[in-house]
């Protein structure tokens, strides 16, 4: 059974610093790895999707890496903003299996990120 | 807004009550999930919904019962619910599955859920 481990579980930065957020799944036959936003009681808007075959994937001051082998990946937030506060969630997917009709998308607990001002 | 709507945003009820959970979107999706943000639990997938039909129930007891009348619309029907059901229900869309991208998905605000 797929397990996805979020390392640190809450962040405290100052405003303007670099940070990585850690994820870590336990099996490595993954179709997709995907980085979510989640603000305080709201849904989740998908940030970064990187596919079993990339290393890495950029959006703005985000860039997502994978190494699928090590089963790890990381989420670096360049030049954090108090915008930037919420919590991220890792998840991953092993794809849709048409022929056993099987879907499966495993996500991590996340991590909150808190920018001070 | 991402385009998926879901109604309640917030829902109090005892272990007796009947509700129902609401979701549209108009994204031209064809496939549907239900999730279960419970405090400190990871995100649990209940059920998926692919072209109206469902793909996935993932060992989610009977008190819970899904409907998908269209692709535009998905409902979470609740009876004799028990308190740790409390939880943030989340419902998601995407495009049909297997079919290119259909990966990204579109999450609503959830309907979060008290059982007294």
């Known amino acids: 059974k797929q397990e996805v481990t979020q390392i640190p579980a809450a962040l405290s930065v100052p405003e303007g610093e670099n940070l990585v957020l850690n994820c870590s799944f336990t099996?490595?036959?993954?179709?997709?790895l995907q980085w979510f936003r989640q603000d305080p009681g709201k849904g989740l808007t998908s940030l970064l999707l990187?596919?079993?075959?990339?290393r890495e994937q950029t959006s703005g001051r985000l860039n997502a890496s994978l190494d699928k082998s090590s089963g790890r990946s990381t989420l670096y937030i360049a030049a954090s903003q108090p915008g930037d506060s919420a919590t991220y969630l890792c998840a991953v997917t092993r794809g849709w299996d048409s022929g056993a009709g099987s879907y499966q998308l495993t996500f991590g607990k996340g991590t909150k990120l808190s920018v001070i001002p | 807004e991402t385009g998926v709507t879901q109604t309640p945003r917030h829902l109090v009820m005892g272990m007796t009550n009947k509700k129902s959970l609401k979701c549209e979107q108009h994204?031209?999706?064809?496939?549907m999930y239900w999730y279960k943000q419970s405090a400190k639990k990871p995100l649990e997938l209940m059920f998926v919904y692919n072209f109206k039909e469902q793909t996935e129930n993932n060992s989610v007891p009977s008190r819970f019962s899904p409907e998908c009348p269209n692709s535009s619309h998905l409902f979470l029907h609740l009876h004799t619910l028990q308190p740790e059901d409390s939880a943030l229900y989340l419902c998601a869309s995407s495009l049909l599955l297997g079919t290119p991208n259909y990966e990204k998905l579109f999450f609503g605000s959830g309907t979060q859920l008290s059982v007294l």
């Open positions: 990187i596919q079993s075959s990339q």
């Open positions: 099996d490595s036959a993954i179709y997709n």
């Open positions: 994204l031209g999706h064809n496939a």
